[in-house]
């Protein structure tokens, strides 16, 4: 089968693998969609040996099949995996990580936690969805509702996931105001559950088309800090002075993060999900004097997965029309050609 490697530098190439066979425990999934993740531009423009290494995430180094957020079908099972877990036919998504399964944080669904460090993250340091095949134990499937697209499925898998994980540590509720920093594929899942949870939501980026979609998607204001002086302040007077209940940095920006902890309001909270860089904060007025609480958010677990994916569901929240592209494998190049531009909605590859 082919498969999508990132070489860095912002090249990539499609090598040949051979098509997987299933081991104990593990399934074969045929991959129907395979998003394209913010984090992916990370690994694609990095430098020729390390995206992985510079966000922690360890590797044995190597090339692998890029891809992290994996939707498919069950066509191969191995020995011994349940026929509860997994059947041939079912629709499923893939919690890409893979961790020891039996440690406390594994045997809650939080593999990338695992106390021996996650083994494998697919599609960054273990082979992901940009093939026709991906191969993964049977219990990082989280079995993709009937009423979802394999496209929906995809983005659940890590961006619109990601986005959900944080807004339950953040607990928003109907009556808040959130500024969602950055309206990439992630900031902008933030604001579409976040609107469709009843929250206002001031949405910031820049570039003015992604703002548009965030409009599209139920941001009630838009700021391109581009044009705006003072950021804070000017979510403070869309705030009657108090500031937003909590923020969300979805951008990655040094800047945008030191702007997300100063916007929230006395006793509020400000959460992380950008990946990479850093951020220099001054402890006491931007977070002691204003009792504001700070969350990393590292993406979701694999029950939160199911959780995000019934309420999409439930809801009928049109999680589609997150993508403006739609690519063949093929076509990788391109895809991240135009994706790395950073103005347009999220690519999805279909691999099959
Ligand atoms: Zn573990
Ligand atoms: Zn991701």
Redesign the pocket.
Same mark, same amino acid.
């Given at each position: 089968m082919k498969g999508v490697v990132f070489l860095g530098e912002r090249r990539l190439e499609i090598r040949d693998f051979p098509d997987p066979t299933p081991g104990p425990g593990e399934v074969v999934l045929e991959m129907k969609a395979s998003g394209m993740c913010g984090s992916d531009l990370k690994f694609y423009r990095a430098s020729a040996s390390g995206g992985a290494a510079s966000l922690g995430l360890g590797g044995k180094g190597g090339p692998v099949i890029a891809g992290h957020e994996p939707c498919g079908v069950v066509v191969a099972i191995g020995p011994g995996v349940p026929e509860n877990q997994a059947w041939m036919g079912m629709r499923a998504m893939q919690h890409h990580y893979r961790?020891?399964? +039996? /440690?406390p944080?594994?045997s809650t669904g939080w593999?990338q936690l /695992? +106390?021996?460090g996650v083994a494998e993250v697919y599609g960054v340091t273990g082979n992901g969805g940009h093939a026709k095949y991906l191969k993964c134990p049977a219990r990082t499937l989280v079995e993709l509702p009937e009423e979802l697209s394999f496209d929906a499925g995809a983005a659940i898998s890590c961006g619109t996931g990601t986005a959900w994980g944080a807004l339950q540590r953040l607990q928003l509720q109907g009556d808040h105001t959130i500024a969602v920093f950055g309206q990439g594929p992630v900031g902008l899942s933030a604001t579409l559950l976040a609107a469709e949870m009843g929250a206002r939501v001031i949405a910031l980026d820049t570039s003015d088309e992604r703002l548009q979609r965030a409009k599209e998607f139920g941001a009630d204001e838009l700021i391109n800090p581009k044009n705006t002086n003072n950021v804070v302040q000017a979510i403070r007077e869309l705030t009657h002075g108090r500031g937003a209940h909590a923020s969300l940095d979805a951008s990655s920006s040094p800047q945008a993060r030191v702007q997300a902890v100063q916007c929230v309001r006395t006793w509020g909270k400000a959460c992380f999900v950008g990946e990479g860089d850093t951020v220099t904060l001054d402890v006491s007025n931007d977070l002691l004097r204003r009792q504001v609480t700070l969350i990393g958010s590292w993406t979701f677990s694999s029950v939160g997965q199911a959780e995000c994916a019934r309420y999409v569901a439930d809801r009928e929240i049109d999680l589609d029309r997150l993508f403006t592209h739609r690519w063949k494998l093929d076509q990788a190049e391109e895809a991240y050609g135009i994706f790395d531009k950073q103005t347009e909605g999220k690519g999805v590859i279909h691999p099959s």
């Amino acid at each position: 089968m082919k498969g999508v490697v990132f070489l860095g530098e912002r090249r990539l190439e499609i090598r040949d693998f051979p098509d997987p066979t299933p081991g104990p425990g593990e399934v074969v999934l045929e991959m129907k969609a395979s998003g394209m993740c913010g984090s992916d531009l990370k690994f694609y423009r990095a430098s020729a040996s390390g995206g992985a290494a510079s966000l922690g995430l360890g590797g044995k180094g190597g090339p692998v099949i890029a891809g992290h957020e994996p939707c498919g079908v069950v066509v191969a099972i191995g020995p011994g995996v349940p026929e509860n877990q997994a059947w041939m036919g079912m629709r499923a998504m893939q919690h890409h990580y893979r961790g020891c399964g +039996v /440690c406390p944080h594994c045997s809650t669904g939080w593999m990338q936690l /695992c +106390v021996e460090g996650v083994a494998e993250v697919y599609g960054v340091t273990g082979n992901g969805g940009h093939a026709k095949y991906l191969k993964c134990p049977a219990r990082t499937l989280v079995e993709l509702p009937e009423e979802l697209s394999f496209d929906a499925g995809a983005a659940i898998s890590c961006g619109t996931g990601t986005a959900w994980g944080a807004l339950q540590r953040l607990q928003l509720q109907g009556d808040h105001t959130i500024a969602v920093f950055g309206q990439g594929p992630v900031g902008l899942s933030a604001t579409l559950l976040a609107a469709e949870m009843g929250a206002r939501v001031i949405a910031l980026d820049t570039s003015d088309e992604r703002l548009q979609r965030a409009k599209e998607f139920g941001a009630d204001e838009l700021i391109n800090p581009k044009n705006t002086n003072n950021v804070v302040q000017a979510i403070r007077e869309l705030t009657h002075g108090r500031g937003a209940h909590a923020s969300l940095d979805a951008s990655s920006s040094p800047q945008a993060r030191v702007q997300a902890v100063q916007c929230v309001r006395t006793w509020g909270k400000a959460c992380f999900v950008g990946e990479g860089d850093t951020v220099t904060l001054d402890v006491s007025n931007d977070l002691l004097r204003r009792q504001v609480t700070l969350i990393g958010s590292w993406t979701f677990s694999s029950v939160g997965q199911a959780e995000c994916a019934r309420y999409v569901a439930d809801r009928e929240i049109d999680l589609d029309r997150l993508f403006t592209h739609r690519w063949k494998l093929d076509q990788a190049e391109e895809a991240y050609g135009i994706f790395d531009k950073q103005t347009e909605g999220k690519g999805v590859i279909h691999p099959s």
